[in-house]
């Protein structure tokens, strides 16, 4: 992959997240399946993103994501590890 890929900009919809890219891609994502805690954060939350040359992080939700990460298909894997904590 391409080391200097970077998100320019990042929104959502109702059930989305899209994020654009330096290449000018649109990578899309699905909030439900892939990131639950942005689908449950408030519209002012998911807004309060910081974009870096690392990725997005959001500091309300103590959230990080890679563009690597994004573009792989990674998706949240936080919630698996909980699970098999319990």
């Known amino acids: 992959m391409n080391s200097s890929l970077n998100a320019t900009a990042v929104h959502f919809d109702e059930d989305g997240m899209w994020v654009d890219l330096s290449d000018g891609r649109v990578s ?44 792989e298909g990674f998706g949240n894997r936080t919630s698996n590890r909980r699970n098999f904590a319990a």
């Open 28 to 71: 899309g994502a699905p909030l439900l399946a892939w990131f639950p805690r942005r689908l449950n954060a408030s519209q002012e939350q998911r807004q309060q993103v910081r974009i870096s040359s690392r990725g997005l992080h959001w500091e309300p939700l103590d959230e990080d994501i890679s563009i690597y990460g994004l573009l």
